[in-house]
Each structure stands twice: as structure tokens, then as C-alpha cells.
């Protein structure tokens, strides 16, 4: 279809007429200089895209009317320039694009059409562990480990990255996902198909939001959208409330990026952001680096917001010039902005747009801080934080207490390791990781924390041994500076070794501590602790030991470490006493902002992100020796527990933090079935390329409420036998009989994280339809994806009003003509019959209706 605005296209430069754009300004329309920048980062995108079916001129018209429909819960379609996956997320994807290849040939297509039509870059960043972390060989032990684990899955991916286009792999030992992102993937602006247009993007992991920091909008989504997205169709979101957040003053010295993104953190819970976009203006702004700013975007899941957007300006384009991109590209990419009016001045409070809501932060109130012990929001001053976690010891059970009765407030408890005697207490640091892209992205931190090192080793200064000490890097560039800025030599001292590329201990990748560590703290039910720089620290997230963990920036994280328990005041108390006696305080060895900016200045430089960047996709030595198959079509291993082709294409008809799998669950069972071992059992998330691994998680939360269950857990009652069953097990048994089954649930229902096994789950189980109260947003549209019908109560009504036990027959009277959120019929087989909405809510999705899901929607027009 011809797009209605293609008389706004014009070419960038005259002497270029074949490099085109969507010239925003041209629409005439006051309203556009007045859009908040992340909103016009959507306009345009409808506008490029617009073909009256995927994206229609209503929703065009609903984007431009942002300020007066914001707050109707208007749905808009929207096409980002490109999705990013992390391996968890993104082995699932590969197996359905290779699972729709084998589909098409089936119908008689050619299945080198199915690829990527959306440009896809896959980082594999969550595999590797910290099994060992004292030593220059950390590093290699390491990462043979993590092959040795995940060589199949490897394997597979190598495979798809030759035989998909539009599909790059960045191997394992690269980086982190979005510091890649940052510093080599992100366009800014992108030059494709003879149109420039800006780049956005949307990740199979929560914290893609981190590109916000480069004015590149992205955000994370589930799988299923993602695939749809990879697939050339929109993602449906509700147009977002955009909360402007303006930054005043400056930064104090002492004061780090982390310290300002905690203190927003909390500040951002308080207001109240879920479901909406933040957008950051101010004078303050121009104070931030763009490695400040992308701190602040990366922790944009914790204060839950969608989005944390900071507009390019000239800070942005100089971050690009200093990471070695392309000069040629960089002037266009300017000049680009500037055309269109996406090129922002902070000082200048002229351009400032409509917000929905204005707050503000004083850069210049924040302090040195921490989170915890238990939620990345819950901020601590470092002058309160002895005093706040002997707090905790005794408060009531909860994010900030653990009901230790008071006369074990002082518990010790002796243990020996390496051949010498230790003492454990409660709030003693056995855990102190650097990690995370959130920090280590930010030469200020790393380098900061790189100069405290050096100043505590000169100072005589030394960490305890049991202390499980990790540094891993977000990318090369990384160890790089450090090494040729002379501080690395100081940070391994202390036992800050590199431990290998990847999330590790942010994710809780954190490895085993030493064994007589563990004792001791279980012995003395002892609250211990992990200090990280990472960006959550839920409770059993980063180690099962350390009941109390917090975030912190690099440099906090190598103090506590030294001092070895969080139970100290700095101000008052010495980190340590050198070999000479003398008292060594924090404040004798913490180094200036203008010490940290003279060596970055020197030290970060172009050619160091031209050097690592550039031999990227071949510097792992494993990877290159990996033997993948060189077939177009791949050859699936009926053996192999990791990769299996799924059955949604040959007609046969996981929720919220399910990591590990339990010994006794029907996914334990089959993986024993199949040989293996409870220790080679891995987690949930790196066999999601297996169906049969996944469906048997679906509803595997030990923490699940099922009304037909008195407790809770994972199991059903199956009808009419009456026996308690798991789900699994029930779901299989029903298949037997051909009975399609139907899920009745309350409120938000779908809400946690996997959300597209939480859709594909229940398909492999047979459910043809879900009944509830309401939908996470994204969960109603992953199951439209999978062809789910999403049925919702009509106002009022719920299973107690209608007198629903879930013990009846149901069916679904479905009208030959459907449309949009109608309402249906369904009769009980008791002769009880009621109405519901019907949750398909645009055209679009009643098409992927009727072609059984998104991905047979696409196997039968790519086949065609």
C-alpha cells in the first residue's frame, strides 16, 4: 500500500536526492513542536510506516494528539528500526525461526525467505559464571567452563548467525548486551533502504532501556513481541503519560553516577512511573556524561518506567566520536536531527515540550549512597548505613528487616579457610562483585574505583581472602583503559580480578562460596552480605547466602570489601590499620573528580573502541572452533535437552521468577529421563530452546494459588478422576481424552517475567482460551500471538459473581463475522450461560487470529 504522507519526503542533502527523509516539520501542525522528543520518536516511526493496515492515519492523528488523548488508554502501533536479544531470551527466538523455515518447506515455499526482516543483533552475555575469581587465570578457567556447559546451545546460535540474514551474533567473551549496545551496535540515526530515520529499539531483556541514555528509544519486551517485531509487525503499546524530569545544578565531588541514579531510583518509586515514559530536560543534563546518563536509563526497570529517555544533544555526539564511529555518518546523523527537530540544547528551556507531569532533582542534594538490603529502590546514605542495617537486624521480617532477636545481634562465628582462623558476624561482606553494565560502562566509576585500588594498596591496605572478590567488565574497552591507565595491577591487589565478560554476579551468575564460608553462616543463621554494582539485589537473586546485598558504585563496592562489613561508619571508623599502625580512612584514599577526569581524558580514547570493536565477532578462539552446521535448514538432535523444534506449526494443539528447576518437578523428572543429573539440570532460562523442558515449567511457581488447591504450589485437580496432579502431568492427561482446556484467573493476570513461555507454555498444555478479571498488557498480546483466545469479564463480574468453579464445561460460541472487542457467548455444560469480551482489540490481531497466531500468520505469507 502507497503511504499517505509520502509528500513529506525530501532528501537530506540536495546533491544526495536518493538519501531521503520523512520531513516532520512539513506536516504543518503547531503540535508537533510541542510532542515531549521520546513521543516524536513515535510519530515518526507512524508516520514512515503508515500503509492504512499495520499502522493506520488514526494513529498517526492519536500520536500528534498526544497531550489530549494521553491519558485515555489509547493503543498505537509502533515499528522500532531493530531488536536486540541477550542468549536466554534469544535461543528461543532462533529455534522458531528455525523451526518456520522447516515449516515453509513443508508448504512447498522456499525457507531461506524466512530471516530476520527487522535488522537483529544477538549478545551472548548470560552464560558465564563465577566459578573461579582469584587469579590472572580466572579469566580462561572461566570461560571454559561456561563452553563446556553451553556448547550445544552455542552451537545452535553459531549456526544461526551463518544462516540467517539480517541476524549478527556477538559471541560469548564480548561484553555485556547493552554496553555492546552503547558503545558499537546503536545507530543513533539510522541510514537504510535510501531513508534516514532515528534509531530505536526494542530487547529481550528488561534493561535495554540503557540506550535511552544515547537518545536511542528502547525498551525491553517478551519474546513473542520481539519475534513479531523481527518479523517486519508493530508492537501494539498504549500511548504513554511522559513524566518530564528536570535536572537542576551540579554534581558535589565526592558524588558518583550510581550514587545519582539510586537517589532517582527511589525518588522516581515515589512519584509513581509505571507504564510511562521519562523524559529527562534541565541545565542539569548537560552536567551529565553520556555514560551518566546511560547509568540512569539502565536502572529504568527499577523505578518502573517503560522508558528514561535523554534527547540527543551535543554531548551525545561527541560520545559518538569519542567510541570511533564513522565521521561521515556522524555529520548526517546530526544533520538529520537538526532537520527534523530531534536535536536537543538543555540550556535552552525554549524548547522544552509539553510533559504530563514536571518533577525535579537538585544534582548538587545528592550524596554518596547505597540500596538495600533487599530492593534497589529502598536508598541508603553510606553515613547511614551501619546504623541502617543494625536497624534491619531487628525489624520485622520484610524488605528492610530480618527479626533477628536482639541477643544474637552480635553473633560471631569462627571458621578457617586457606589454613588461617576468620570470624563471621551479621553484615559482614563475603560477596563484592564489580558488574554490570550499569556501571561498568562508565569509565568515571571503573577508573575512580581503578585509583581508590591503588591508593589502598600503597596505603597498605588488604582485602580478607574468604571475600569472593569478582571483576567483570562490559566489554574489552573496558579492561583495556584499565590496564593502560596503570590501575588494574592494583585492582587485581586486592583480588579484583577479571572473571570474565558477562552479567555474572549481577544476574546471579555469582558461583559457590568457599565451603567453610557457607558453614559459617549457616551455623550462625547469619546475615551476610554481597555489595555489588549491579542494579537489583533482590532477596536469593545474587546468592543464596547473602540474605542482605547491596548496590553500590565500584568504588564503594572495593571499600566495603577492605573493610569487610557494612557495619562502618567511614566517617568516624578506619577502613583498616597498615602494617606501621597508622588508621587508613576512606576519605585518605578516595580519589577527586578531577583526578578521575585528567586520566580518562587521557586514557579512553577512539582508537582503543576502534581496536576491540572491530574484531569482535572473531576474537573468541572457542567460538571460531565451534563445528556448526553450514546448512540452511538445521538438523535438529532428538537427544539434545537444550534445542528441540517446537510443535506450534504441525497442528498440535514459567511465570514470574521461575530460575532453578526443583528436583521433584515434572521438568526434573524428564531431564532425568533423558540421563541426566540434578547438577547438570542448569536453570529454566538456558533450556528455553527446549519446548518440552519449558511446557513442564509452565505453572511451576512454587508460589502459584489455585482455587482447586488449599496450598500453595504447582499442581491441579484433574476431572473427573479428582486426583491432585501437577499441572503438567493434568494437562497431558486431558490432551489424551481431547479435551481443549480453558484457564480462569483474576486480576493482571500474565504479570511477571519469560513472558513468552508464559504465553507459549500454556499453548504446548493445550489452553485455547484464558478467562480473567484483566491482562498484563503484554501477556494478552503474546497469547493473541500464540492464538490464545484472551476472554475478559464484562465489567462487574468475575468467577464469584457468575458462581464459576472451574469444574464446568465451557464453550466458546465464536460469531463468523468477528470484530474488535466484541462480546461473545458462552455456555456452561450445566445450562448456565454469560457473555465476555472478546480481547482482540485491532483488525491485526484478529488476522493472526485467524491464521492460528503470528508466527503461522507469517509462515503462510512468506510461503505464498
Given amino acids: 500500500m502507497s503511504n499517505p504522507f509520502v509528500g513529506i519526503v525530501e532528501p537530506l542533502d540536495p546533491k544526495q536526492p536518493l538519501k531521503k527523509f520523512f520531513n516532520l516539520n512539513k506536516l504543518g501542525d503547531a503540535r508537533y513542536a510541542r510532542l515531549p522528543f521520546s513521543i516524536r520518536v513515535l510519530l515518526e516511526a507512524a508516520i514512515r510506516n503508515c500503509d492504512d493496515f499495520l499502522v493506520k492515519k488514526e494513529d498517526v492523528e492519536n ?126 540515526v ?32 517478551g519474546g513473542i513481541e520481539a519475534e513479531a517485531v523481527m518479523l517486519g509487525q508493530p508492537i501494539s503499546m498504549v500511548l504513554p503519560e511522559v513524566v518530564g524530569y528536570k535536572l537542576l545544578g551540579s554534581p558535589q565531588p565526592l558524588v558518583t553516577s550510581t550514587d545519582i541514579v539510586l537517589t532517582i531510583t527511589k525518588h522516581l518509586r515515589q512519584v509513581g512511573v509505571v507504564g510511562k515514559f521519562v523524559e529527562f530536560f534541565g541545565p542539569g543534563v548537560a552536567q551529565l556524561s553520556i555514560a551518566d546518563r546511560a547509568t540512569i536509563a539502565n536502572m529504568c526497570p527499577e523505578y518502573g518506567a517503560t522508558a528514561a529517555f535523554f534527547p540527543v544533544d551535543d554531548i551525545s555526539i561527541g560520545y559518538l566520536m569519542q567510541t570511533g564511529r564513522d565521521k561521515e555518518k556522524i555529520t548526517c546523523t546530526r544533520k538529520y536531527l537538526e532537520a527534523v527537530g530531534m536535536l536537543r540544547d538543555f540550556k535552552n528551556s525554549a524548547q522544552d515540550p509539553d510533559f504530563t507531569q514536571v518533577v525535579e532533582l537538585d544534582l548538587h542534594t545528592v550524596v554518596p549512597c547505597c540500596s538495600g538490603p533487599k530492593r534497589p529502590q529502598d536508598k541508603v546514605a553510606v553515613s547511614d548505613m551501619k546504623k541502617d542495617f543494625e536497624t534491619c537486624l531487628g525489624a520485622k521480617q520484610g524488605f528492610k528487616g530480618f527479626q533477628i532477636a536482639p541477643d544474637f545481634h552480635n553473633s560471631k562465628v569462627k571458621f578457617t579457610f586457606e589454613g588461617c582462623d576468620f570470624e563471621l558476624v551479621h553484615g559482614s561482606v563475603v560477596i563484592a562483585a564489580i558488574t554490570s553494565c550499569t556501571n561498568t560502562s562508565n569509565p568515571s566509576v571503573m577508573l575512580g574505583a581503578g585509583l581508590l585500588a591503588r591508593k589502598a594498596v600503597e596505603a597498605g591496605l588488604t582485602v580478607k581472602p574468604y571475600i569472593k572478590t569478582s571483576l567483570s567488565p562490559g566489554s ?80 564503594l563496592v572495593i571499600a566495603y570489601a577492605i573493610a569487610g562489613t557494612v557495619r562502618i561508619d567511614f566517617e568516624k571508623e578506619p577502613l583498616g590499620i597498615n602494617a606501621s599502625g597508622k588508621k587508613i580512612f576512606l576519605k585518605d584514599i578516595w580519589p577527586t573528580r578531577s583526578e578521575i577526569q585528567a586520566v580518562e581524558h587521557q586514557f579512553v580514547i577512539p582508537g582503543m573502541f576502534k581496536e576491540v570493536y572491530q574484531k ?130 483474576g486480576k493482571e493476570y500474565g504479570a511477571g517475567s519469560s513472558r513468552d513461555w508464559a504465553a507459549k507454555g500454556p499453548f504446548l498444555l493445550g489452553v485455547k482460551a484464558v478467562l480473567a478479571e484483566s491482562y498484563e498488557r503484554i501477556h494478552r498480546s503474546n497469547l493473541v500471538g500464540m492464538g490464545v483466545i484472551p476472554l475478559q469479564y464484562l465489567p462487574g463480574e468475575d468467577a464469584g459473581t457468575l458462581g464459576l468453579t472451574g469444574r464446568e464445561r465451557y464453550t466458546i460460541i465464536i460469531p463468523e463475522k468477528l470484530k474488535p472487542q466484541m462480546n461473545v457467548q458462552i455456555k456452561l455444560d450445566t445450562g448456565k450461560t454469560f457473555h465476555a469480551i472478546m480481547r482482540f482489540d485491532t483488525d491485526v490481531e484478529l488476522t493472526y487470529f485467524h491464521n492460528g497466531g503470528i508466527l503461522n500468520y507469517m509462515i503462510r505469507k512468506m510461503a505464498s
Avoid at 531513508?195 to 530505536?200: A, C, E, K, L, R
Avoid at 524428564?670 to 519446548?691: A, C, I, Q, V
Fill in 63 to 188: 500520536i500528534l494528539n498526544w497531550k489530549v488523548v494521553q491519558h485515555k488508554n489509547v493503543e498505537v502501533p509502533f515499528k522500532p528500526a531493530r531488536v536486540i536479544l541477550q542468549d536466554f531470551t534469544g535461543v528461543p527466538a532462533v529455534v522458531d525461526f528455525a523451526a518456520m523455515r522447516d515449516a515453509v518447506k513443508k508448504l512447498g515455499g522456499d525457507p531461506e525467505k524466512i530471516n530476520p526482516i527487522c535488522p537483529a543483533d544477538l549478545v551472548i552475555d548470560h552464560s558465564i559464571q563465577v566459578d573461579f575469581n582469584r587469579g590472572s587465570d580466572s579469566l580462561q578457567k572461566n570461560q571454559d567452563l561456561e563452553f563446556e556447559r553451553n556448547k550445544e546451545r552455542f552451537e545452535f546460535l553459531k549456526w544461526g548467525s551463518q544462516a540467517f540474514q539480517n541476524m549478527r551474533i556477538i559471541p560469548p567473551g564480548s561484553g555485556i548486551i547493552h554496553q555492546v549496545n552503547l558503545e558499537y551496535l546503536a545507530r543513533v
Fill in 616 to 745: 569482535i565477532e572473531t576474537v573468541n578462539k572457542s567460538w571460531n572452533a565451534l563445528d556448526a552446521p553450514s546448512d540452511k535448514l538445521y538438523t535438529w538432535n532428538p537427544k539434545s535437552t537444550y534445542i528441540k523444534s517446537p510443535p506450534f506449526f504441525d497442528g498440535k494443539g514459567t511465570l514470574c521468577h521461575i530460575l532453578n528447576i526443583a528436583r521433584n518437578s515434572p521438568a526434573a523428572r524428564y531431564l532425568t529421563s533423558r540421563g541426566l543429573t540434578p547438577r547438570e539440570f542448569n536453570s529454566y532460562g538456558s533450556r528455553r530452546g527446549n519446548d518440552a523442558v519449558m511446557a513442564r515449567g509452565t505453572f511451576a511457581n512454587i508460589r502459584l494459588v489455585n482455587k482447586f488447591i488449599d496450598k500453595q504450589g504447582p499442581q491441579t485437580v484433574h476431572f473427573p478422576s479428582g486426583e491432585t496432579l501437577d499441572v503438567f502431568d493434568a494437562a497431558e492427561r486431558y490432551k489424551q481424552g481431547g479435551h481443549p482446556l480453558i484457564v480462569l484467573a
Fill in 476 to 555: 574489552g574497552v573496558v579492561t583495556y583503559y584499565l590496564r593502560e591507565s596503570g590501575v588494574m595491577h592494583y585492582l587485581s591487589q586486592l583480588g579484583f580480578d577479571v572473571v570474565g565478560y558477562g552479567c555474572m554476579t549481577c544476574i546471579g551468575n555469582s558461583g559457590p562460596l568457599p565451603e567453610s564460608v557457607v558453614e559459617a553462616i549457616t551455623k550462625g543463621d547469619l546475615v551476610a552480605v554481597g555489595v555489588l554494582s549491579g542494579n537489583r539485589n533482590f532477596e536469593g537473586r545474587v546468592h543464596p547466602n547473602t540474605r542482605a546485598n547491596y548496590l553500590a558504585s565500584p568504588p
Fill in 190 to 221: 539510522f541510514d537504510q533502504d535510501g531513508y534516514y530515520y532515528p534509531d530505536s529499539v526494542v530487547g529481550t531483556d528488561s534493561h535495554t532501556t540503557m540506550i535511552d541514555g544515547l537518545g536511542v528509544l528502547g525498551w525491553g519486551v
